[in-house]
C-alpha cells in the first residue's frame, strides 16, 4: 500500500502543482499558501531568450528560475541599486522627490528605516523559502505587543491608554452583556440550552467576570488590564488593583479596530524581519544574478512582433541608448510608471494597467538619541495607534535592551493621513511627526529627536504610489486582462497578484508568470 | 516652578522609594513595576557581615548589593552550580531524582531546555534592570502564535484545530449573538440608545459581521482565520474562502482558555528569553559576586541570638563540616527544604514556611533532527495546547529558520498532568511526551525524535517542587509572618512575594529584604 507520501509524490508527479496543492489540503495540511516549492522548469528549448524589466524581487526570482531552466535571461532596471521597494534608507542615502525635494538621511551607521514593505507572514512560503535558499537572517518582528498606546483624540480627554486595559475591557464588557442577555432567555431561539450553559461559562471566563456576570474593578480584572500598584515582593508586595473603563469610554476608543487587525490574515503572529534591515532580502537575490542585471537602465519603449520582443532603452549616467530583444518578456515595471510607457500591448491589458490605483503611504524614520520607550515605557517592538494622520508610531525590532541613538517609525500614514502628509514639504513632514508622536512620549519625543527622513511613495520618481489598490469592480473585470500573456510579454509583481502589497504576492505571481511562459517556450 | 521631573527628584530624596512609586503613579505613569531602580543603601556600619543562603537570583542579588553597600558578605550554595531554578539542561547534564532516577542529557552542543523559568515579561523591570547591567543578552520570546495548535479530546474529533480559527469563530459568534441581541432591544435597560448603535457597529466589525450582522463563512471570515485556499498570484491567484465552525463545536474547544491566556498580565507580549539559554542569567549574576560563594555547601543547622546567626554546614565533596557567624541572613532556600532544616526561629515564620504548598511541574525536552513544525507547518515559536497530561508543546524561539537538530519542549504538565508525569520514570515520561505530542505532529514527531530529558520537579532533591502557590487564605493568615524578619533572619525568593515562580518575585524580594535588614543595621 502506498503511504501518504508517495501518494502525494504520484500526484506531484502527475497532475503539477495544483493537483498537489488539492491533495495536500484534502489529506488534512492547513492550506497557508500556495506555494509548493521552487518551478520544476524542464526541458527549455535551447537558445531562448527571456528579457525581465525590474529588478525588484519579481524580477529578480523570474531570472533566478528562468536561468537555473536554462534560458537566457537580461533584466534592465531604472535604479542603481537591486530589490525596488525592498530598500532600506539609511544615513548617506539621499531621496530625491518627484518635484524636486531631496533629503539626505542623516542616521548614524547601522541605522535605517524600511519605507517598504517592513514585516514577513509566517505562511509568506515563497519569500521564506527563498530567504533561507539565499541566506537572508531573519529575526522576529515584534507584531503584537499589548503595553503600546492606543490614542484617539476623541476619547479619554485625548490620553493615550494603554492597549491592554482598553482591550480587556471590551472583551470585559461585551461579555458581561451578552452573559447577561444569554441568561435573561433573549437567545433562547437562537442557542440551545446546552450551549447556552457552555457560553454563559466561557463568557464567565473570557470576559473576567465576577458571580453576578458583571464585568468590574478588582483584582480578577487587574490580572489582565494591569495593576495600580504592580505585584512585588516583601513585606509590600500585594498588588493594588485598577478601575476598569466603563463601556462608554471604551466605545470611544476605536479599541476592536486595532484588536481585528492583529487578527488580520496576514498580520498574525509570528512575522520576521530580515536581520540588518530590508534590503538585505533584494541584495540576497541581487547576489543570485547579479551577472544579469543591467542596473540604472531607464525603458523607453517596448515592443513585440511574432519573433519577439524588444526594449529601447536609455542608459542613465552617460545617455547612451540602446535595445534588448528576447523571445519573452516579464515585465514588473509598477503600474503608474508602467502605463505611460510606450509598449506595444493590447486593448485589455492597457485599460486593465489603468484601472488600478495606487496608494500613497507616507513613512517617516525618527531617530531618537536613546529609546526611551524601553526602559521607561516598558514598550519592546510594536505599534502606538492613533487617529492623527501620522497613523501609528512603530518602535524597533532590533538592538533591543541597547543604548540609543535608534530609529523609530514616526508615521505610517495611509489614505488621508498619506495623502495630508505627502502633500508637505520633507520638513514639514517631520515636524509633523514629532508634533502628533509626542501625544504618546511627550517628555522625551522632541527631547531626544536627532534627526528624520520621510518617504512619500507617491513623490518617488520611479513608481509614483505605495503598492497597487484592486477593487473589488476592477479586480472582476480587469485582473485576468492584467496576467494575461500578451503576445511575448507578461506582467508580474505584487499588482498582478492577489497579495497586493506584500512581497509574496510578487513572488507569486513572477513564478507562475515564468511558468507560463515556459509552456509557451516548450508548447506545453 | 519646579518642572514635574525636579518634583520626581525631590519626592525621591524625602520620601523614599514607595512615596517616588506613588508620585510617578499620579503623575499619570504607568504602575507597570514597584522596581525604582537598584537600592541605594547608604551608611553602612563599618565590618557588618550578612550570610546569604542559596545562590540562586534572590541570593545573588542580595550579595551583589549588600557589597555595594559596604557589608561583608558569603554566601552558601547546596549545589555545584549558581542560578537554583534558573538553569538550563544541556548535553552531557545529569539530572539525579529522589529515589535515584538518574538521567544524562544527549543533546546536541548548543542545544538545551529550560527546565525552570523561561521566559521574561516586559514589565519585569528588576530582572531587565540587572539583565542589562551584567550584559545578559535577551532576545523575544514568542509567546502568540497565531498558527499553533490547540487539541481538546472532547472536541472536533480529537482533531487540533488551528488557534486562529477557533479564536476567529469564537468572537464571531459572540459579537453575531451580543450583536442581535441588542437589536432586539434586550439589553435596552443596560445599554443606552447611543452606546448601543456604537457598540452594535464595533461588533460588527470585531466579529467580521454580514449585513444582517450574521457571523457567516466567506472572505470576510477567511481574511482572519485563513483561506482553503491562500491568496496567491498571477492567473490562479484568487484565494478560495474557509468554512466557519459551529458554534456548538467552536464550545467544545476551550479556545477561550487559551485566548486568555495571553491576556494574562504576565503572559502578555513582548516577552523574551536569554540567548543561548535561561542560566545565562544566572551565569550572569554569579559572575559579579563568585568570589562570595561557597558551592556545594549543605547548610545543616542554623542559630541565632543577639550577637549574630551562625550557619552550620557542611562540603558536600569532602564531608568537612564548619560554620559562619554573621550579622544577619538572607535565608532564600525554597521552602520545602528549609521547613526541614533546624533553624532557630519563632512559631509564626515556623507555621508560615509549612503553609505554602509548591506546584509539580514537569517539562520534557524532546531533540528532533529537522525543524519540521516550521517548513511544514509554518509555526516558529509559540506553544500548541492540549488536554492532555503534557498540557503544551513549545517551539523553540532560537535559530528559527535554521536546520536541526533542535529541542522542542514535550511537556509543561502542571496540576494533574505533572502528578501524572511525575509520577513515571524518566524513560516513561519520553514515551507519554511522544504519544501524546504525535496529535499535533503525526507524522514526523516519533520519525524525527532524537533523544529527551525530563525534569520533574517534585523529585528534584534540592528543592522538591516547583514555584510556591499560595492560596488567599494561606497568604491572608501567614504572608507576612514569612517576609517578617525573625531576630536576625529575613527570608527571600518568589515564595516571598506576590509573583510566585517569577524570576522578579524573587529579585524584588531579595531586595526588600535587604533594605530591611540596612535599616535594622543602620538603627534608620
Known sequence: MPTRRDLLSMIGKAGGAIAMYQAMTALGHAAETQFTGPPKLSGAPKGKKVLVLGAGLAGLVAAYELRKAGYAVEVLEYQDRPGGRNYSVRGGDKIVEVGGATQTCEFQPGNYLNPGPWRIPHHHRTLLHYCKAFGVELEPFIQLNHNVFVHNSKGFGGKPQRYKELAVDFKGHVSDLLGKSLNAGALDQQVTKED???LVAALREWGLLDGNLSYTSGLLASSQRGYDRAPGGGVNGAPTPSKINSLSDVLTSDIWTHMNFFFNYVMQTTMFQPKGGMDMIGKGFFKQVSDLVRLSTKVTRITQDSKGVTAYWEDIPTGKTGQTTADWCVNTIPLPVLSQLDMQVGAPLKAAMKAVPYSGQVKIGLEMRSRFWEEKYSIYGGHSFTDQAIGLISYPNDKMHKDG????????????????????TPAQRIEAALAQGSV??????????????????????????????WSDSARATHYQNLVAMDGRIVLA????SYYGGWMEGSLLSALDAIERIHQRATGA
Open 196 to 198: 447556552k450553559e457552555k
Open 440 to 469: 504618546f512620549h511627550p517628555e522625551e519625543y522632541r527631547k531626544e529627536f536627532m534627526n528624520g527622513v520621510s518617504v512619500a511613495w507617491s513623490r518617488i520618481p520611479w513608481i509614483l504610489g505605495c503598492t497597487s489598490r
Open 405 to 424: 541613538p535608534a530609529v523609530l517609525l514616526g508615521a505610517f500614514a495611509r489614505d488621508a493621513g498619506g495623502f495630508m502628509l505627502g502633500g508637505m
Open 493 to 496: 509583481g505584487e499588482h498582478a
